[in-house]
């Protein structure tokens, strides 16, 4: 039944994951990274597209409003919602800077860009994360089993042992979950 097979495919990545000590490793530090800009006033900035862009407002939403318990709102929104400016942005320049644009415009020195991409290949996601390192920004990627091009422009990778692009946003999701509540429990301890 496909159903199983599908929760068994799931289960079985996360095992792998959960069996990788470097990648958890890596969560460890992301999140110490997005602490120690929270900490500085600076902002979490998020890109991806499809799934992924879905995947970045959801967990920018995560930071800005709460996680687990009310606090206050920590600055961290996706690049992509702003559809005029996508729009414009797309027409009159590329859909491949969209988001180096946002990031020559908002990202400052030890703020947090975390790409997302699946295949790690998405041209306007490179672009974004190459501007991020230009401006001392923390880059951070989220992608599937390869890292594509994205992987030589990331300070960490969260390259997901996979191929199989709805178990790699599933994984990413539950990784981005657990960077929100080590996050969240350090700045607004209980």
Known sequence: MRIIESIEQSIELKKKVLENRELLQCVKDISDECIAAFKADGKV???GNGGSAADAQHLAAEFSGRFYY???????????????????????????????????????????????STSGNSENIVRALKIANQQGMITVGFTGETGGKMKDHCKYLLNVPSKDTPRVQEVHILLGHIICELVETALFPR
Do not use: Q
């Not at 961290?76 to 559809?83: G, K």
């Open 70 to 116: 009310d606090r206050d709102p920590l600055y961290s929104e996706a690049l992509h919602v702003n559809t005029s400016y996508l729009t414009a942005v797309a027409n009159d320049y590329s859909y491949d800077d969209i988001y180096a644009r946002l990031i020559k415009a908002k990202g400052k020195k030890g703020d947090v860009l975390i790409g997302i």
């Open 45 to 47: 900035l998020f890109c």
